[in-house]
């Protein structure tokens, strides 16, 4: 048995360490999960990977990989610097622990992260997919080259090379991850006899270092460098290395999945269906560990992964594809010609290609005309929504809102109206089904006649039409989304200038797809400093059935802040809740001011986008008086003071507030935006003298960001963020989790919601030197009332229920403890 220490990365683990590993050790030799909260500073990290390397280099233990999934990049990071700490604390006798973080094509691509070669973001995957394709015909079996000829013509086809013989001098080459490719960074070609094509010479070599067929080498000899030497492999090492040897990181990094002791990754690596099918899906098994860091996040993730959904575009696409497989045999039919180009599926191959497959030709046709009638609802019921809900709309287009059009009421489960219409339409349950075989026919032969293995709409629309029709209508909400866009080539007056609809099966209770795939696995641990109560989440995770039914031991374990207590103070603030009736309704920030009495005004609490104008006079009713004197008052502690609002529109409203109020802090406001504005904009917070960051608990900068040291002296969560109540799906979500759960406002919303802001607040205190102060600011955090939320604080006994202006006093006995 290995001794875990060996492999701890520090010299002292904490007491909880200790018990976390042993725990989590003991529990997966036997097949089970263990689950643990911890505070942020427990180690959690360290704990989890030291717990199953230590099985994994166990010889009595069938464990080979522990497959990390964390949702936020920052914990991507944490877990590739504890490795590294791991393997250059290792004795020497033992090896390097081997690792690998798992990206998409777009990061890895030499030609797409040059952006050479005309590659970009939008079009590398299925540029990608045509490349291989063809490499592997020009190589493979019949093919008229080999993959080394094909990998040595990418490299001779550099500019002046074969003529000049000059090595490199005068030779542009291209370059990435800081290493310079054998290859150019145009796409070489080979004249297949057909005439010259375009060909990858990095999957060329991938191809050429393959074991011949038939032998017993594995695609693990492909990869370019020593993988039980290298230890953690990054990304960019991964790129860097592969491109120097000229072969394709994005196959290496595959290649090299089955022979790596640490894979780090995403929850769509073993939970989207898509991604299992074609990359990860052999780590899925009983030798694999899995660490699901930030499990607070596991289940909404995985019900995003879980759904399903097209675009109209994608319609529109796949109804494209059907008429040009039908029309050449409805023209043969009639006896005239069809003119379809030379890329195009002629009678023959059509008819070849049925008779080979369980469609008819008559059902591809009448699955076409079911997709043509389809489009047409979809347009009938876009245009009479906005003809009711914003008249004129035509005329102004810009100003139309992303929306949901349900299509049941979401309180109700019943069959949707969709489904209605179809059958009222003459369409039946036949043809639901059927237009995923004709779907999927239809892009076999158009890649035939094109000999190009492409991504087609036709297969993506069919299985969505099968899924829609087998899936019930409790789990299952089916609706049409509208997100705004903007497309010129449409007409002036159509909807689809301004809107991308999508037809969208949401899958509301996705207990059984994460329970389903976390028994694929050996065992494992699930972690988060927000977990609570685990009663909730072993239901909604589906661990409670892996339990009940599979007989896998689920342990729970608990650690809290094991630091100084001296070094924080705590308080519930008892200002008067932050609710959509008392903080004033947008339209007039200036709405009623009444308390509330019932729990519809606790759901009126929607936390919507809406536009707020902090210039407009009236702004500060009562309640965000009280609010704006707090944050004042907490803004005003030397050092950086983190702000998290319901949302963006009110960490607008908080932000001109401050400003108004506070004159010797700057006050930093967080807009939803891309990473790398938002690194820019916590580089600025962390710089310099203190100062205030105001941003949504719905963004990134609350959750798995580091603000330890002097980074952050108080964090303040204003209100419950409770998602938007008025939304179609989440109503049906919390009517179907009443339905499995008894409860849908308390487990779709509530506890999310308290999850939310436990996770703003644990960013100040993450090391027993930190010091700072911890807020919750409404009255049903301090409070026990009909709407409180104070049983779902485990640390509830920390949090020192205060008023609003007993909350200066402490913040006094804070400042004196700083001097």
Sequence with gaps: ??????????????????????????????GGYTVIEGACGTGKTMLALTAGVSLVRDPDTDYECVLVLTSVKQQLRQFETDLETINESLPDEHAPISGLTLVGKADVC???????????????????????????????????????????RGRSQQVGLADSGRRDRGVRLLETAGERSPYPPDLPEFDDGRGEVEFCPFYAQYLADLPEEGSEGSPVEAVPFDLTAAGLVTPDELVARSAYHGTCPHSVMGAALGAVEVVIGNYYHAFDPTTLAAFTGGLCTEETFVVCDEAHMLEPRVRDLVSDGVADATLRDAVTELSRVIRPVKFDREGREYEGGSKTADAELVRAELAGSDVSFDELARTLEFLQDLRAELDRRVSVHLDREHRGWRSDLHSLPDDELPLRDPAEPAEDELTAWARRAGYTDVDWVRAEAAGAVAARILNEAEDEERSRAAPAVGRLLGEWYRRDHTDYFREIELERTWDETEPPDSWRRAYNARLALHNCVPSGAIGERLSAFGGGVLMSATLAPMDAFAEVTGLDYLEREADRPVVERRYGLHFPEENRESFAVAAPKFTYDNRGRPATLGGSNGSGGDRGDAEADASAEDEFDPARPGYENPTRRAYADALTRIARLPGNVLVGMPSYAEAEWAAAALEDRLSEKAVLLDVSSGDETTESLKGEFFAGEGKVLVTSLRGTLTEGVDYGGDRLVAAVVCGVPIVNTSSPRTQAVRRAYDEAFGDGFEYALTVPAVRKARQAVGRVIRSPEDVGVRVLLDERYARDSWDSVRPYLPDAEEFQPVSPDMLEFGLDRFRERLE
């Design 1 to 30: 048995m290995t001794d875990w220490r060996a492999v701890f990365g520090h010299d002292r683990p904490y007491d909880e360490q200790v018990d976390g590993i042993e725990t989590a050790m003991e529990t997966a030799r036997e």
């Design 110 to 152: 030499p030609y797409n992260r040059e952006r050479a070669a005309g590659f970009d973001d939008g079009t590398v995957y299925d540029r990608c997919e045509t490349l291989r394709e063809r490499t592997r015909e020009l190589a493979g079996e019949g093919g008229p080259t080999t993959a080394g000829d094909l990998a040595a």
